[in-house]
């Protein structure tokens, strides 16, 4: 399997994506300042749109899709089936980008282009992986199914997009973060069980798993056709029954015997172990308790802090966190340096999580609607989610050894 390189396709995607990633997050970490009181000069306000563009369109479609050219074909020792079409797709999810960018800044509205452009991408990247897919895997099939309903709801929700449908705005983006959602799932149902200890999966409810997550989008394709309350939290409900049948299915919170596995560890092996267990358990929490506002907001019960800790907490809780975790073990094949996690720390985690933390606290006082001078404070929760995103990529850094990596994400 590392005889076949697959990493030039991913490169400019992962590349991209951590680069729009820290633009967004400078640019929300200024927006959140502006929530609690600080003048800002009307010249730079139309600016903040492109926060959620970076991120959403930009961060989050292009880490999956260069991890999705990455893994897919990797699980089944492929090639990707034309390098020349993943980069078209690249080309067209980055045009979006940058014709949705323009339409923030000259306050023009170009989204129906933008959404045009990022359907023909996803809709080459689909096509791509959808073909990859004919390949029946050696173990765990499952996981092909997650990839299979991710992949249809990401093009989906861009056809969607382009009509005008009065769905629930925090809906559509859940619908939208459900497409990462979903490939990590399909990407960790093929490496947690050999990351914990060459465990099998409970292969029954992993396959409730899937049902659920059709179901889920099912609601969520319904709730843009038919906008109603009981889907919106139909919706939710039925996401939080596929992620707690998925956490049960695969040991995230426990549920079997590590003893001789720890006995027989130590070192780069066992720090990697502990990293990887801590990174899950923290972020499937993260996700779970958005859903669970996510609920609560879909009954009408709505409020920013409702409203912006859903997005937050699957975004940064859930997706961040995982791909902090997931990012060392694909460096490697990408650079060709192994990266140790001995010499890895949790600051970077720390920050993460004491951001969310005041991010928290932070919109609940938004969300009272008057609050002290004193209280903008809890408005810098973006600058400690950047300072944690340097310290995480300074880490990296210096735990990169110039040799062959012998760790592998399949």
């Not at 629930?168 to 990407?187: D, G, H, S, T």
């Not at 049948?245 to 079997?256: A, E, N, P, Q, T």
């Not at 092996?269 to 996700?287: E, M, N, P, V």
Request: hydrophobic share 55%; with cysteine; aromatic share 12%.
């Amino acid at each position: 399997m590392s005889t076949i390189n697959y990493t030039p396709v991913s490169k400019p995607f992962l590349v991209t994506g951590v680069i729009l990633s820290f633009i967004g997050t400078g640019i929300g970490s200024v927006w959140m300042l502006g929530f609690f009181g600080i003048a800002m000069p009307e010249q730079i306000t139309p600016i903040f749109s492109v926060h959620r563009i970076f991120q959403l369109n930009g961060f989050v479609t292009l880490m999956i899709m260069g991890i999705g050219y990455m893994i897919i074909p990797r699980m089944r020792n492929e090639l990707t089936p034309s390098n020349k079409l993943a980069k078209i797709s690249y080309l067209f999810v980055v045009f979006s980008i940058a014709v949705d960018f323009a339409g923030s800044v000259m306050s023009g509205d170009y989204s129906d282009v933008a959404t045009m452009l990022r359907l023909i991408g996803v809709s080459i990247f689909g096509g791509l992986m959808f073909y990859t897919l004919r390949i029946l895997p050696k173990l765990l099939r499952e996981s092909d199914y997650f990839i299979a309903i991710s992949i249809s709801l990401l093009v989906a929700s861009q056809v969607m997009s382009l009509f005008d449908v009065h769905q629930n705005v925090l809906i559509q983006k859940q619908m939208w973060l459900f497409f990462p959602i979903l490939m990590i799932f399909a990407i960790q149902y093929k490496t947690l069980p050999s990351f914990l200890g060459f465990i099998r999966p409970k292969r029954r409810i992993v396959v409730v798993s899937v049902g659920l997550a059709i179901v889920s989008g099912a609601f969520a394709l319904a709730s843009g056709i038919f906008p109603s309350m009981i889907l919106d939290v139909a919706f939710n409900i039925s996401l939080i029954a596929t992620v707690s049948c998925f956490v049960l299915s695969l040991y995230v919170f426990g549920g079997f015997d590590d003893t001789e596995i720890l006995k027989l560890i130590s070192g780069e092996k066992k720090k990697r172990y502990h990293t990887i267990i801590l990174h899950s358990r923290i972020a499937y929490g993260f996700l779970l308790a958005g859903l669970l506002l996510g609920t609560i907001h879909a009954m009408h019960l709505t409020n920013f802090a409702l409203y912006d800790l859903t997005i937050h907490y699957i975004a940064i809780g859930f997706i961040g966190i995982t791909i902090m975790l997931y990012l060392p073990i694909m460096i490697p094949p990408i650079l060709e340096k192994s990266i140790r996690f001995l010499d890895f720390n949790h600051i970077p985690l720390i920050l993460i999580i004491s951001a969310i933390a005041i991010r928290t606290i932070g919109d609940v006082i938004v969300s009272a609607g008057s609050f002290p001078q004193p209280f903008v404070i809890f408005g810098i929760s973006g600058f400690v989610i950047l300072a944690g995103m340097f310290l995480f990529v300074r880490m990296i850094h210096r735990a990169m050894k110039n040799t062959n990596s012998e760790l592998s994400i399949v």
